[in-house]
């Protein structure tokens, strides 16, 4: 009587491959949700600081690609759009860009100010 030899399956690289790109798309769902937030906070701070009013209370993603920060390493940069009133009967449109968790620029009153929240 011989003993049969065992059919172990081994995970292929196809598999390999899916489950990576599966935890790829929920770090990138993850990572952009929390800068969302981050961009929330930002300019609801900036608005409240200036007097004005923050509009819907968000921001919208309008662009991502990837980039180079300061140091050369690459980096997702993150365009948000968003409303706000300065005299509360007005609607206004801003902007505010981060490179990986660094706020880049803030356009408010039609001014584009590179690191304008502090």
Same mark, same amino acid.
């Given at each position: 009587?011989?003993?049969?030899?065992?059919?172990?399956?081994?995970?292929?690289?196809? /598999?390999?491959?899916?489950?990576?790109?599966?935890?790829?798309? &929920? #770090?990138?769902? #993850?990572?952009?949700?929390?800068?969302? /937030?981050?961009?929330?906070?930002?300019?609801?701070?900036?608005?409240?600081?200036?007097?004005?009013?923050?509009?819907?209370?968000? $921001?919208?993603?309008?662009?991502?690609?990837? $980039?180079?920060?300061?140091?050369?390493?690459?980096?997702?940069?993150? /365009?948000?759009?968003?409303?706000?009133?300065?005299?509360?009967?007005?609607?206004?449109?801003?902007?505010?860009?981060?490179?990986?968790?660094? &706020?880049?620029?803030?356009?408010?009153?039609?001014?584009?100010?590179? /690191?304008? &929240?502090?």
């Amino acid at each position: 009587m011989g003993r049969q030899p065992l059919n172990a399956a081994l995970i292929g690289p196809a /598999e390999i491959l899916t489950v990576l790109l599966v935890l790829l798309a &929920i #770090w990138l769902a #993850w990572d952009t949700l929390r800068a969302r /937030e981050y961009a929330n906070d930002a300019m609801r701070a900036a608005c409240e600081r200036r007097g004005y009013l923050f509009l819907d209370d968000t $921001v919208s993603l309008h662009a991502l690609r990837p $980039v180079r920060d300061d140091d050369g390493r690459m980096r997702l940069r993150r /365009e948000y759009r968003f409303q706000y009133s300065d005299t509360g009967h007005n609607r206004r449109n801003g902007a505010i860009a981060l490179v990986g968790d660094t &706020i880049a620029t803030v356009e408010l009153d039609g001014v584009n100010r590179p /690191e304008a &929240i502090g």
